[in-house]
């Protein structure tokens, strides 16, 4: 069936090709094609920014009219010609590593947020999924994306006269998204099968797509399963653990069933979260099928090219399933390939009965990453359980600090005015470091901050008529519509999940301190905000609320404004338009914190907690940073900081932020935070996108991965589990003998006898470790080995030097070693003098 039957009219033959345009998401990013949809039906593309909805809804007269158009054919014929360019044009990838990752990327993800017409999403983690698909398009990496078609998605939000959030769950009629059925080569709907017990639920499978990559969604509302079934994929983290497996397991399994049916062999497999390490194991159940073998030969021959990616910042956080319900759902699934659920327990989490998501992840994977540096440590210290006696600093978490897709972001007026100095293409190659806007002058850039500024404040008004303000105001109409919104005003923002932990509430500790700085007649401050609290999030719910209550009082109502229902258009609405983005979390919880990157390209500026991202990119030039050069081992959980950050922030806003915006030059320009501005855009804009992030991921991980899993042959493999085997065996009998200190020129000498009970010299690696402490930093010294005992069969000595510490500072280990296993992710075998 051609895209055109897809649609429930007729096109006229001089504008088929707009069936193929509406599809393809390009048009959520692409300012060019706004222009196409608004004239076909202005009133409804803005209402919905869904160009399959518009294009399915006019009339088949309407059409025939705009056939006839002669100015409408050209936007058409410009926007067919432009979106022929960009599928053919050469990319990053085709330029620079053609044929390496050809098999494709298996990308799994329980949501995506591509687009507000696509509600997949709930928050950063999908925002994220979204936008590494998009820099993925731009780049042409072929990536293949995985997730779950929900009937409800995440929840709708308003609030009710009190300020009490309400939450609604309209269905999304997938007729109606951007999507359409993905049919085998007879025409008919594919369907895949995943066991559940008793029975096999039957899911369905749609197809969007997202420039030059796929998205495949898996979607169980088939009439054909049974009625209880037919909801697994009703909504978004339902709170229903048992759902949540079933879910988890439909993305998982099914996912990887699909890629099988439509022959897809990717190079590598990288799961966003533990929430799809299913399709790890049924990768591994794949290669038994082709190969033979057992799990565990399996497990080693996949595992190689398997790439997890963590944004946990808590051990909490990770999915856990009770023996129960694993071993109802997980048994026959498992049994029916020969394999066992003690095997999938002992991988996950040693075999305590409940299932760790993240532990399956982690132990069917050949790297993993952290999504920032700080998030690097904070992964180290919760994943250290899986690792015995390594110390977390050893832990082989990596990372890659996440990134935004800078076009998704952009305004209208940002856009011009990086297409002036950069040139268009720019966020479709490596942008370096500092594109050259030192050609835009300080007007340039307070001219384009101003049209933001009066764009989100017009912006704001109409959504206020949309929330009612008109009929639910609490002492001033005009306040509660926006009509006392300044274009000219300071406009601080923040928008993001409401939770304990981000402490958006920070800003209301010392509330009159707050007010003293929306009244200041002279340099005033206005703030918008939005978000959603989950729904069984009482605290949450608390602190939005307390948000809300301070907008009514009579001195504060107008100069605070709450936008309900927040989604990505309202996210890229206040990211175009605000002054500052603040972000307050908890340290160390932020693992990465990428909404405060969004404003980089529009000219916007941070003042942030020193985590995440932030405490990568902040310089004095560039933003404000609360409790700035923080080390990981000087965050803490300790509410007790709230005080001190709370001060912090009012401070920085009253003496830095309010003053620099407000103190013009003799050109009536703020130069001071104009410099600011420059330097944040020139310095952070390219640095914190999701092209180079993408980048990162392709020459970092998926080449060096593609390549080594593709040298775990089955012979390869049956061999590395033998080595790996042998270690494991002879591990238990290793022991020290003699410890030998001895100060020689200024330096402590070490030398140390050990047992190796028949393992090679080129099976282990003896080190001298000393942790930081007052005497230094922390020091971890090869050891040399220098003889064979001749009294002892495998037994060696072994020797270093090292600078001088107190007695008991310095202690050997000894570790497993091998050059073709990923160690000591795939054999965590450590032991310690004592």
Aim: charged fraction near 25%; charge should be negative.
């Amino acid at each position: 069936m051609t895209l055109a039957g897809y649609i429930n009219r007729t096109l006229p033959d001089d504008l088929a090709g707009l069936a193929t345009l509406a599809l393809d998401l390009r048009w959520s990013w692409h300012h060019g094609s706004d222009q196409l949809w608004r004239a076909i039906e202005p009133d409804l593309w803005d209402a919905t920014h869904n160009a399959w909805l518009v294009l399915n809804s006019v009339s088949v007269q309407h059409l025939q009219s705009l056939a006839g158009n002669r100015e409408f054919l050209a936007i058409y014929r410009r926007q067919i010609r432009q979106h022929r360019e960009f599928t053919e044009a050469a990319t990053w990838y085709s330029d620079t590593h053609a044929g390496e990752l050809d098999s494709g990327i298996a990308w799994f993800s329980m949501e995506f947020g591509v687009s507000e017409c696509l509600p997949l999403y709930s928050g950063g983690l999908g925002v994220l999924a979204g936008d590494f698909l998009k820099a993925a398009s731009d780049l042409g990496v072929p990536v293949i994306a995985i997730g779950l078609l929900y009937q409800q998605g995440y929840f709708r939000q308003a609030l009710d006269a009190n300020g009490e959030q309400l939450e609604f769950y309209p269905y999304n009629d997938p007729t109606m998204l951007p999507v359409v059925p993905l049919r085998d080569h007879e025409g008919l709907w594919l369907r895949i099968p995943v066991p559940f017990p008793g029975r096999t639920l039957r899911l369905r499978v749609w197809k969007g797509q997202v420039g030059r990559c796929e998205l495949l969604l898996l979607d169980a509302n088939d009439p054909m399963n049974e009625p209880g079934d037919r909801g697994v994929t009703s909504e978004l983290y339902s709170g229903d653990r048992e759902k949540r497996l079933q879910q988890e397991m439909v993305l998982g399994i099914g996912g990887w069933r699909l890629l099988e049916r439509l022959g897809r062999h990717p190079s590598v497999c990288h799961i966003n979260e533990g929430h799809p390490a299913f399709a790890l194991v049924e990768r591994a159940q794949a290669w038994q099928r082709l190969n033979g073998g057992d799990f565990e030969t399996a497990r080693i021959a996949t595992r190689a090219s398997n790439l997890f990616t963590t944004h946990t910042s808590v051990a909490a956080g990770f999915d856990h399933f009770p023996n129960t319900l694993t071993r109802l759902y997980l048994q026959p699934w498992l049994e029916s390939a020969g394999n066992s659920l003690e095997a999938l327990l002992s991988i996950a989490n040693g075999g305590q009965e409940d299932l760790n998501m993240a532990g399956l992840a982690l132990g069917m994977s050949g790297r993993f990453n952290a999504v920032s540096e700080i998030h690097q440590r904070v992964t180290q210290t919760i994943f250290q359980p899986w690792f015995g006696r390594w110390p977390a600093r050893d832990i082989p978490a990596e990372y890659v600090t996440n990134g935004v897709h800078t076009p998704s972001w952009d305004s209208p007026e940002a856009d011009q005015l990086w297409t002036a100095a950069c040139g268009k293409d720019r966020w479709r190659r490596p942008m370096p470091q500092s594109c050259p806007l030192a050609d835009t002058t300080d007007e340039a850039l307070w001219q384009m901050r101003r049209a933001q500024r009066r764009r989100l404040v017009d912006y704001l008004r109409k959504r206020l008529l949309a929330q009612h303000c008109e009929q639910d105001f609490y002492h001033n109409r005009d306040a509660a519509c926006g009509l006392m919104l300044d274009p000219e005003t300071l406009t601080l923002g923040f928008a993001r999940r409401f939770t304990a932990y981000k402490r958006l509430d920070l800003l209301l500790r010392e509330p009159e301190r707050l007010v003293a700085m929306l009244n200041n007649r002279d340099r005033p401050l206005q703030i918008v905000l939005a978000g959603k609290a989950h729904p069984k999030d009482e605290e949450g719910k608390a602190i939005l609320h307390r948000w809300k209550t301070f907008s009514m009082r009579a001195d504060v109502e107008g100069k605070v404004i709450f936008i309900e229902d927040y989604d990505l258009f309202v996210a890229s609405q206040l990211v175009q338009g605000v002054d500052v983005w603040l972000n307050n979390p908890r340290h160390p919880w932020e693992a990465c914190g990428t909404s405060g990157m969004k404003v980089l390209v529009n000219g916007g500026l941070n003042l942030s907690q020193y985590d995440g991202w932030w405490a990568e990119a902040w310089n004095e030039q560039v933003g404000w940073a609360i409790r700035p050069g923080a080390s990981f081992e000087q965050l803490s959980q300790d509410p007790g900081h709230d005080a001190s950050d709370a001060d912090s922030l009012y401070r920085l806003l009253e003496e830095q932020v309010i003053p620099d915006f407000y103190e013009l030059d003799e050109r009536g320009l703020p130069d001071r935070w104009l410099h600011r501005v420059r330097s944040s855009m020139d310095q952070l804009t390219a640095r914190y996108s999701a092209n180079r992030m993408v980048r990162e991921y392709v020459e970092q991980f998926y080449i060096p991965m593609a390549r080594a899993g593709a040298e775990r042959t089955p012979e390869q493999a049956a061999m590395l589990l033998q080595r790996q085997e042998n270690l494991y065996r002879h591990w238990p009998r290793l022991r020290f003998g003699r410890l030998v200190q001895v100060e020689e020129e200024g330096q402590q000498l070490f030398t140390l006898d050990v047992y190796l009970d028949g393992l090679g010299l080129d099976q282990v690696e003896v080190d001298m470790v000393a942790e930081a402490s007052d005497a230094g930093g922390r020091v971890v010294e090869p050891m040399q080995m220098i003889q064979a005992l001749a009294g002892s069969t495998d037994s060696y000595q072994f020797q270093c030097r090292v600078a001088p510490r107190p007695e008991g500072h310095y202690t050997p280990r000894i570790r497993a070693r091998d050059e073709q296993l990923n160690l000591p992710l795939e054999a965590p075998l450590i032991l310690w003098f004592r």
